[in-house]
């Protein structure tokens, strides 16, 4: 009796020759949607239709596999922008980053938010690499035009492209490349002078500091700018007891393990930022007036509580779904109050254009912040804060 040709056969002549590409660009998307830390290979491998032995043939271990996904994307955009002229107009500079960022929308958390998990060599190089390409968008910036600070307006109009994969908003593709190009493109012409801020920007007032007056406030004060440091799953119980004269164990009266400090942490984040929009956009009547408003009371809270800010940012994805549920939450009514502002502004705006141009003005506040090494000073939040009004079309 002839033997039937066995299932396996036919998958193994149709193994995928880039088969390591699907797994990195599989990965990345794991990598920003969890975090480093929760990630698992087993997760990866699934993700793939792989096993994680099969996955182990491609990659030693986890760290090999992240940080290929860490230079992905920045080494993707470098060599788009090889194939561009050197003399090439701002527009045509830019289109390939944005085309380039929107095809790895998925993954690009890992190097917005996950590389400080990179080691000292790694993290050198991508930041390099990372540097090129600035130093490439600020050469086009200067020569079309003549302003200063062209290296901030680069990294804001990059900042406001990246912004693309820190949500999940659903647009068409093309419709989505030329929100980004316009608003980058606006970006680089703001009026960065004294002055050219609107009246409404130098109003805005934030909450006081929160004061640690609990043993529980200590904590979580000390824990704060550990997290934003070291990144939360390399912060042991043990630093955080040291930092406030505890033993580790003391922590456990308090809070009932390590993740419950994060998530107290997001939770003063969003409560501040909620406070501050409340206060600022009180008496204010006018939508124009009001999105300045939002747009200068969100870069001042991003330098007043900058460890805050990068904390909330990085380690939301990773949190069990029943503790990110209210963080979400918070969120979600944060951007329904810029939508409907932003819309009363810009009646030709549909809700998924609104939310896009929101975020990427978000983008920009991070990458204007990281350019300024968020040195908070009065011009320093007025520039941004103009920037961020040129995203949305408001200028």
Known sequence: MTAEPTASAPAAATRPRNRKQLIVEAAGAVFSARGYHAASMEEIAAGVGITAAALYRHFPNKYA????????MVDGLVAALDEVPSD?????VL???IQV?????ASGGVYRWEARYLNREDRRRLGATFARLVGRVTEAVKREYQLPNEDLRAAAALGGIGSITMHHTAIAQRRLEELLLAAALRVVATDLAPGAVPAAAHDVEMPAQPVPRTR?????AAAIPLFARDGFATVTNGQIA?????APSALYRHYPGKVDILVAACLQAAALLAQAVDQNLQDVTDPHAAVVALAATYV????????????AEAEIPGLPAELKQP???????HIAVWEQQLRSARPDLDPRQARVLIHAGFGVVVEAGRRLRWQDAPEHRDAVTALVVSALGLA
């Open 65 to 72: 596999l992240f940080a290929e996904c860490a230079e992905l």
């Open 88 to 92: 090439a107009a701002l527009a045509d």
């Open 327 to 333: 963080l979400i939450l918070a969120q979600h009514e």
């Open 101 to 105: 960022t929107v095809a790895h929308r």
């Open 95 to 97: 289109r390939p980053l």
């Open 300 to 311: 001042a809270y991003s330098f007043e509580y900058t460890a805050l800010t990068s904390i």
């Open 216 to 220: 529980r406030a200590e904590i979580l």
């Open 242 to 246: 040291e930092a406030v004269g505890l």
